[in-house]
């Protein structure tokens, strides 16, 4: 079992900067793939972002290539999204995810509460 805490979430104005970060509890964090997806109201929940846990590779959805970094601290059980040149189509709930094997919701077992970012133009 796995526990996931988002946080870092808000309201920045467009161009800015977030990261948010994603703290898991639980045994076995480092052998867990992570994930962010995302969900804007009216929407589905969408891919952003993901890490493999045996190699660190990481894939990222083509709507923040170049501009979203995911990186995960096993020391710290800790996973972050940092998130640049932010885009008022970036506005969403962003939920971190663990333990999936690909870029689809269905494919993840834990799940946080999200964490809302809004981004004014």
């Known amino acids: 079992q796995v526990q996931l805490v988002e946080s870092g979430g808000g309201l920045v104005q467009a161009g800015g900067s977030l990261r948010l970060s994603c703290a898991a509890s639980?045994?076995?964090?480092?052998?867990?793939?992570m994930g962010w997806f995302r969900q804007a109201p009216g929407k589905e929940r969408e891919f952003v972002a993901a890490?493999?846990?045996?190699?660190?590779?990481?894939h990222y959805a083509d709507f923040v290539k170049g501009r979203f970094t995911i990186s995960r601290d096993n020391a710290k059980n800790t996973v972050y999204l940092q998130m640049n040149s932010l885009k008022p189509e970036d506005t969403a709930v962003y939920y971190c995810?663990?333990?999936?094997?690909?870029?689809?919701?269905?494919?993840?077992?834990?799940w946080g509460q999200g964490t809302q970012v809004t981004v004014s133009s």
């Open positions: 639980g045994r076995s964090f480092s052998s867990y793939n």
């Open positions: 890490i493999w846990w045996r190699d660190s590779i990481t």
């Open positions: 995810a663990a333990g999936g094997w690909g870029m689809t919701p269905a494919e993840y077992m834990y």
